[in-house]
């Protein structure tokens, strides 16, 4: 009994915070009316307060109400990123597995390729020739995706090709298109649709880490890892500044993650 209900505290909580944190990034107003831009020194560097949960930054500004702002570019960095990263991994995954053996052969080789590279420094190779930003962070996140997505999308239809209900298809001459969208991809993408949910965490992360360095939103933009770069030279005496932005963030990624793989676990047993 007790471990049931570890097991669904474990599903319920994440779950939880994830829609806590889609309420913030659709309707931050619903969470706090201070606004992440108005500078107040007279009140800078507050420790954490009735009047300011989180404290207050260097210029005054209300920790609590940047980070929930915050939330809305990093979600939609992580999910949009990941989106891209899907998306394009099965367009190439379906390309190799149902091409021509020398086109499927030279995909492999590229993905083996660009699998050798971090994502992170392979996002920083496509920010290096498109430049800095949110909508280009975003971008480059996900095209960073797109080989381990591919990988995955061709293994699976590789898989779901040789099965029964595709070749009794072909064999009655059912055109191409037909089995491709009505009985190959659908049967293909549950994994894929794991690993996004698990992907997402890490874009969120790889995201931050962008920004941390500078080449994602532009101060004084309300976003997770540019309050965590502004917050470096605090630390020693307004530890507030950095550590509850880090909290949100560690949460978030955490959460995302627990969901993917309990996805993932759920999709395993069902397929055993």
Same mark, same amino acid.
Do not use: C
């Given at each position: 009994?007790t471990r049931?209900?570890?097991r669904a505290?474990?599903?319920a909580l ?5 829609v ?7 309707? &931050?107003?619903l ?5 992440p ?10 420790? &954490?307060s ?15 109400a940047?980070?929930v702002?915050?939330?809305?570019t990093?979600?939609l960095?992580?999910?949009g ?5 899907a ?5 190439l995954?379906a390309l190799?597995?149902?091409?021509p ?6 995909l492999l ?8 590279f971090?994502?992170l ?20 996140i996900g ?8 990988r995955?999308?061709?293994?699976e ?11 009794s ?5 059912s ?7 009505r009985?190959?991809? &659908?049967?293909?993408?549950?994994t ?6 698990l ?10 880490g962008?920004?941390f ?5 532009? &101060? ?6 540019l309050m ?8 020693a ?16 990624v ?9 996805l ?5 047993r069902r397929?055993a």
């Open positions: 009994m049931r209900v570890l505290a474990g599903v994440p779950v939880a915070v994830l806590v944190l889609a309420l913030m990034a659709a309707w &931050p107003g969470f706090t009316s201070q606004s831009l108005t500078n107040d020194l007279a009140a800078a560097l507050r420790p &954490p009735l009047d300011h949960p989180f404290g207050t930054d260097n210029l005054g500004r209300d920790v609590y940047r980070t702002h915050g939330a809305r990093s979600l960095v992580g999910i990123a990941t989106a891209i990263g998306t394009g991994g099965v367009l995954g190799g597995a149902l091409g053996r020398w086109l499927d052969a030279a080789r590229v993905l083996d390729v660009l699998l050798a971090p994502n420094l392979f996002a920083l190779v496509v920010i290096a020739f498109f430049g800095k930003g949110t909508v280009n962070v975003l971008v480059s095209i960073a995706a797109i080989p381990g997505f591919a995955v999308a061709r293994a239809i590789m898989v779901v090709r040789g099965a029964g209900y595709v070749t298809a072909v064999a009655i001459g055109p191409p298109r037909r089995y491709i969208l009985r190959i991809l &659908p049967n293909s993408l549950t894929v649709v794991v690993l996004a949910a992907g997402i965490g890490t874009s969120i992360i790889a995201a931050s962008l920004s360095l500078g080449l994602g939103p532009e &101060p004084p933009a309300p976003e997770w890892g965590l770069a502004a917050a470096r030279d605090l630390l005496h307004a530890w507030w500044t950095g550590f509850f932005p880090g909290l949100v963030l560690t949460v978030t955490v959460s995302v993650t627990l969901v993917g793989r309990r993932k676990a759920r999709f395993d397929t």
